[in-house]
C-alpha cells in the first residue's frame, strides 16, 4: 500500500527504519575492532575470525532477494518487530557464546535478523511516505546510517579496550530497542495481511545465493592461498548462481530485472558502489605507503593539522623516519572528512531529489563521482594531509548526492506491490559491488607494486566504473526531459 499524494509525511515511521537500519549496517564495523579480543579469548587465528564478518554479511546478502518477495506478502510491521527480536536474540547469543561455533551461530542469526530490515525497508517507506517526498526520506535514513555506522568502529575500539570484546556487540542494543519502541507504536497497524510461512523455495533460494555469494567473496580474496583456489571458487559462484536463475522463484526476479528503468538504477548502483574500494583499501595503503614517501624525504606527515585544529600527531619509524600517527590516524582522519562530507550532502540530496527527481539527481551523483575520483588521481608523494583530506570531502559530498538519489530511483521503479523484492535485488547489487570494488583497487594496487603508480591504477579502475554506472542511467533520466 503506498500513501497517496499529498497525505502527511509519518516521520516517525521513518524514524523507526532509520534506526533500525543503523544497527543493522553498524553491525560489521563495530565488530570488525573486536576481531583481535575474539582470538585470543576463543583461540581461533585471524582467518578464522573473518567469519565473525562473512557470518553476519552472507546471509544477509544471500536472503536479500527471497526475503525481499516474501516480504511483499506480508504485514511489514510484525515483520519489523520478528526482526528486532531476531537481533537481540542474536546479539544474546553472541556476547555469551562459550566457544567460537556458538559466536557464530549467533552471528548468523543476526544476519538473518538484519536481511528481515532490509526486506521492509521499501515497503515501509512506500506506506509512510508519499512519492513526492520519498527522496528526503530516504536522504534523512542514509545520513543516520553513514554518521553511525562511521562512529561505531571507534565507539566500539573505547568499548572493546574498556569492558572486553563482548561488550562490543552490546553498541547498538539502545538503537534497537529505541526501533522497537518507534516500530511498536508508529509503524502502520493497518494492515492485516499478517505474516506467511515462508516456503521451501525460499530455502533453495538461499542456499543457491549465499553459496555463489560466499564463493564469489572467495574468488576475489587477495589474501595468500594456493593458486587454483581463486578460479575453482568463481566456477563455483558461476554454477551456483546459474541453478539460482533456474528456480521457478527466480522467475520474477528476472522479468522485474529487464525492465529498463530498474535495470539501469540497479547497473549504476553497482557501478558506483564499487568505489568503496576507496574508503575500504585504497585511501589506508596510500597514507601507509605514498604519504610516508614524504615523510621519508624530511616532511613529516604527523604534524599537519587538521581542519578542526587538532594535531595529527606523530610517531617515529625504526629506521628514524617520521611517518605520522599511524597511518590509522591519517587515514582515519580523511574518512571522517568523509563521512562528514556525506551527511552534509545527504538532506541537499533528498530534497533535491523531490524537486527534479531521482534518476536526474541519480546522474548528477555518479558525475559527481566521477569528477571526484579524477581530482584524487594525480594525488602522490607530495601531497600532504589536507590535500587527501580535500579529495576525500569531494568524494563525501558525491556519494551523498548519488545515495539517496538512486534508493529513491530504486524506489520509483518497483512494480507496485514489489517493494520488497527490488529492495533485496538493490541490497545484493550494492553488496556485491562493494566487494568487486575493492578487490579490483586490490588488484590493480599489486600489479604496479603499490605506491603512486597503485594508487592511480586503483583510484583509475573506480573512475571507470562510476562514469559506466553513471552513462547507464543516463538515456532514462533524459528521457522525461525529450517526452
Do not use: C, H
Request: glycine share 14%.
Amino acid at each position: 500500500m503506498s500513501a497517496p499524494a499529498g497525505t502527511r509525511t509519518r516521520w516517525g515511521a521513518v524514524g523507526a527504519l532509520g534506526l533500525a537500519m543503523l544497527a543493522v549496517t553498524s553491525e560489521i564495523t563495530v565488530a570488525a575492532v573486536a576481531l583481535p579480543g575474539i582470538g585470543a579469548d576463543l583461540a581461533v587465528g585471524p582467518g578464522a575470525t573473518a567469519w565473525v564478518l562473512l557470518a553476519y554479511t552472507v546471509p544477509m546478502a544471500a536472503l536479500g532477494i527471497p526475503a525481499g518477495r516474501w516480504g511483499d506478502r506480508a504485514d511489514p510491521r510484525p515483520v519489523f518487530l520478528l526482526a528486532q527480536l531476531g537481533i537481540v536474540l542474536g546479539t544474546a547469543l553472541t556476547v555469551l557464546a562459550p566457544a567460537f561455533p556458538v559466536l557464530i551461530a549467533g552471528r548468523v542469526l543476526q544476519g538473518v535478523a538484519a536481511s528481515l530490515v532490509v526486506a521492509v525497508y521499501m515497503p515501509i517507506v512506500t506506506a509512510a511516505v508519499p512519492a513526492e517526498r520519498r527522496g528526503r526520506a530516504i536522504s534523512l535514513i542514509i545520513m543516520v546510517m553513514t554518521v553511525g555506522t562511521m562512529a561505531g568502529a571507534p565507539a566500539g575500539g573505547l568499548v572493546a579496550d574498556a569492558f572486553g570484546w563482548r561488550a562490543v556487540f552490546l553498541v547498538k542494543l539502545p538503537a534497537v530497542l529505541a526501533a522497537v519502541a518507534a516500530g511498536a507504536v508508529l509503524l502502520d497497524r493497518r494492515r492485516v495481511r499478517g505474516v506467511p510461512a515462508p516456503g521451501r523455495s525460499l530455502l533453495a533460494e538461499a542456499v543457491l545465493l549465499g553459496g555463489a555469494l560466499t564463493a564469489l567473496l572467495v574468488a576475489l580474496d587477495q589474501g595468500t592461498g594456493p593458486a587454483w583456489r581463486a578460479p575453482v571458487a568463481a566456477a563455483a559462484a558461476v554454477a551456483l548462481f546459474a541453478g539460482w536463475v533456474r528456480l521457478p522463484a527466480a522467475g520474477a526476479v528476472r522479468a522485474m530485472v529487464r525492465r529498463p528503468a530498474i535495470r539501469a538504477t540497479l547497473g549504476a548502483l553497482f557501478a558506483v558502489s564499487m568505489t568503496a574500494g576507496l574508503v575500504s583499501f585504497l585511501v589506508p595503503w596510500f597514507v601507509a605507503d605514498v604519504l610516508t614517501e614524504r615523510s621519508a624525504s624530511g616532511t613529516s606527515i604527523g604534524t599537519e593539522t587538521s581542519a578542526s585544529g587538532t594535531s595529527i600527531g606523530t610517531e617515529t619509524s625504526a629506521s628514524g623516519t617520521s611517518i605520522g600517527t599511524g597511518t590509522a590516524a591519517a587515514s582515519g582522519s580523511a574518512l571522517l572528512v568523509f563521512v562528514g562530507a556525506v551527511a552534509a550532502a545527504s538532506p541537499v540530496a533528498g530534497w533535491l531529489t523531490d524537486r527534479y527527481g531521482p534518476l536526474r539527481i541519480t546522474v548528477a551523483g555518479g558525475v559527481s563521482t566521477t569528477l571526484a575520483l579524477a581530482a584524487l588521481l594525480p594525488l602522490g608523494p607530495g601531497t600532504g594531509w589536507t590535500g587527501l583530506a580535500g579529495g576525500m570531502a569531494l568524494a563525501g559530498l558525491a556519494a551523498g548526492l548519488f545515495n539517496p538519489a538512486v534508493n529513491a530511483a530504486v524506489l520509483a521503479a518497483a512494480p507496485p506491490g514489489t517493494e520488497g523484492a527490488t529492495g533485496g535485488i538493490a541490497m545484493t547489487a550494492r553488496t556485491v559491488g562493494s566487494a568487486v570494488g575493492p578487490a579490483l583497487a586490490a588488484l590493480g594496487w599489486t600489479l604496479t607494486g603499490g605506491g603512486g603508480s597503485g594508487w592511480r591504477l586503483g583510484v583509475g579502475i573506480l573512475l571507470v566504473a562510476a562514469a559506466a554506472g553513471t552513462v547507464v542511467v543516463l538515456r532514462p533520466a533524459l528521457r522525461p526531459a525529450a517526452a
